[in-house]
């Protein structure tokens, strides 16, 4: 087997100019196309994966895939044209892979006139699913470059993201938050201890995001810190979204009337922009008969499949959520969605089923006067959105789907929930786990409360006292994320709840109901 990438020198190369410089290039001054924010890979599985990167003109798209980062077994793809319809930014989908393979792929972009005018080459590195039961490691978390935290540059930046790439995952699991279009960064912001956090700013970060420019911009930004980079270069990041990708809390009934900020009040027009710019600065795969899909299953080996919900798209408004039937003002996942969620679990062969959700079940999260998630407070039978999630908890019931396990992010800290039906008003379940885990690089919030409906225990929490506050910076370091390890041999889950020093907060391990 080859070689696999030596990890070190590439986080130490990308934490530089966020490049591997694969071979020197020549310059021709002006017409030389810029690598402009490194490179990333995602939604990878058994024998494919999507690759991105972005150039700052019209430029042919060179991509050479090897399986040893000497690349003496390059195989070159035929070129593509990054054009500005798309900001410049490329996408490619990497087929007919090898299972459990080391892939690198080094990426040039070429000038349209002349073809001795290239960029720096640009190397990333993934690593495809395994066929047979292999240790299987990735992380999750949530929420990046929220409440005004940017990127201060004398802090470290976002290292969050560098913490996590010290554990070597085969992926990372992003749920949500990905950016915040509705908050601007600002060049300062006063820390509660006096202190000033100075963020890098870059245009069009000033203000909420309303153009498909601007929403491109938060992307943009983000990428801008080292730490990201680095970890998008050699781990697959797999990503889904919430709700400040467009507007705080928003659904298709938002009403922005009132907010100031926006000169544009038309949030199906936001929603589209923000939509559009999502799949465009990700490696999310693209699905032709659904434009903008989110909600999506991957499969990593005969252990693990991963479900991928979107909670937003398909929502109802903001209500008191005390409806007693499901209707279309009571929905959150959506009839669609739900149907193929079911059908999807129950044709998994796999002896995990990671449910990688936008939001949490069990924990109250206010749109005052209204409910944003998917609890309603009242401790009570399902009502609301509670009535979705419980049809699917029923179904996972009747149908014997074991082993499922929730992961989200959203409340900006981090817990650990048994859900028992033991302690619960709807009772008609399994016993699951949920864990929580964010902020990677926003304020700090929380805890928030548990609705009894389905009998969350909780085990675990870390979250700002009442003497600390709300909307701690990141250099509070209550910045979390979570690891995850399934043994190749046993098939034992083990999930850690981690801060961004790499402390290990909280630890428990799965067993599998049927190995």
């Known amino acids: 087997m080859p070689r696999a990438l030596t990890r070190r020198h590439l986080l130490q190369s990308t934490a530089a100019a966020g490049l591997v410089l694969a071979a020197p290039a020549i310059s021709y001054a002006a017409s030389r196309p810029l690598v402009t924010h490194g490179v990333q890979s995602g939604d990878v599985d058994a024998t494919s994966g999507m690759i991105w990167a972005r150039t700052d003109r019209p430029a042919k798209t060179l991509v050479e895939v090897a399986t040893t980062e000497s690349f003496r ?20 989908l990497l087929t007919d892979l090898l299972s459990d393979q080391e892939v690198f792929y080094r990426v040039v972009f070429q000038d349209l006139v002349s073809d001795r005018a290239t960029s720096e080459p640009v190397v990333g590195h993934f ?6 039961r292999r240790n299987i490691r990735f992380t999750w978390s949530g929420d990046t470059a929220g409440q005004g935290w940017g990127i201060d540059v004398a802090r470290g930046g976002m290292t969050t993201y560098a913490t996590m790439a010290k554990h070597n995952p085969d992926f990372f699991l992003h749920s949500g938050d990905t950016i915040y279009a509705d908050g601007a960064i600002a060049a300062e912001a006063k820390m509660p201890n006096g202190e000033i956090w100075k963020n890098l700013v870059a245009e069009g970060v000033h203000k909420v995001a309303e153009t498909l420019d601007e929403y491109r911009g938060r992307w943009k930004y983000n990428m801008l810190d080292e730490n990201v980079r680095a970890l998008n270069a ?3 990041t797999f990503f889904q979204w919430d709700d400040h990708e467009v507007v705080n809390n928003w659904s298709a ?8 900020r926006y000169s544009v009040k038309d949030i199906h027009l936001l929603a589209a922009r923000a939509g559009r710019a999502f799949h465009e600065m990700t490696p999310i795969r693209y699905t032709p008969s659904e434009p903008g899909r989110v909600y999506r299953r991957i499969s990593y080996g005969p252990m693990l499949d991963v479900f991928f919900l979107d909670l937003r798209s398909y ?13 279309d003002d009571a929905r ?3 009839a669609d969605q739900l149907a193929w969620l079911k059908r999807e679990l129950v044709s998994s062969k796999a002896t995990w089923k990671v449910i990688a959700c936008d939001m949490p079940i069990g924990l109250v999260v206010w749109d005052k006067p209204n409910i944003e998630a998917v609890a309603n407070g009242d401790n009570g039978p399902a009502k609301g959105r509670e009535l979705e999630f419980a049809d699917l908890l029923r179904y996972i019931k009747a149908a014997a789907i074991d082993n499922v396990v929730w992961f989200t992010a959203d409340v900006h ?3 650990a929930h048994y859900y028992n039906p033991d302690k619960a008003a709807f009772q008609d379940f399994n016993p699951f786990w949920e864990f929580v885990s964010g902020p990677l690089h926003a304020g700090t919030f929380g805890p928030n409360d548990l609705d009894m409906t389905f009998g969350p225990e909780l085990r675990y929490v870390k979250a700002p006292t009442k003497e600390q506050g709300a909307n701690l910076p990141p250099s509070d370091g209550l910045q979390f994320f979570g690891l995850v390890d399934i043994d190749g041999t046993s098939q034992a889950m083990t999930v850690r709840l981690m801060d961004a020093a790499d402390t290990e907060l909280y630890k428990v391990t799965l067993e599998p109901a049927k190995a």
């Open 315 to 327: 929502r109802g408004p903001n209500n008191a959520n005390l409806q007693t039937e499901i209707s």
């Open 253 to 260: 009934s938002k009403d922005l009337s009132a907010d100031d």
């Open 332 to 334: 959150i996942l959506g």
């Open 73 to 92: 077994d390059a195989v070159r793809l035929a070129p593509t044209t990054a054009m500005p319809e798309s900001d410049f930014a490329v996408k490619r």
């Open 234 to 236: 050699q781990v697959p």
């Open 127 to 132: 690593r495809t699913a395994p066929t047979s």
């Open 413 to 415: 800290y981090t817990a």
